[in-house]
């Protein structure tokens, strides 16, 4: 698919590739060059939050784990 690059070296990125590749506004891609070819990469963000969340798989209430961490058996 051609697209044409705008005065200032601007390109649209065609509505059926985003739609695909789920880029929307926002949206962080990486672009590389190897041989005369221009890669882009659609980089997917986790929060840091979600990435460790549910990682402990304890079986404590955080009110236990907050006791057993203060002493308080």
Do not use: N, W
Not at 18 to 34: F, N, Q
Not at 42 to 54: A, S
């Amino acid at each position: 698919m051609k697209v044409t690059v705008a005065e200032r070296g601007q390109v649209t990125i065609p509505k059926k590739y985003r739609t695909e590749l789920g880029i929307k506004p926002g949206s962080v891609l990486e672009m590389t060059l190897d041989h005369g070819v221009i890669h882009v990469e659609k980089i997917t963000q986790q929060d840091p939050f979600e990435q460790v969340f549910g990682c402990l798989k304890k079986s404590k209430t955080t009110d236990e784990i907050i006791s057993e961490l203060r002493g308080k058996h």
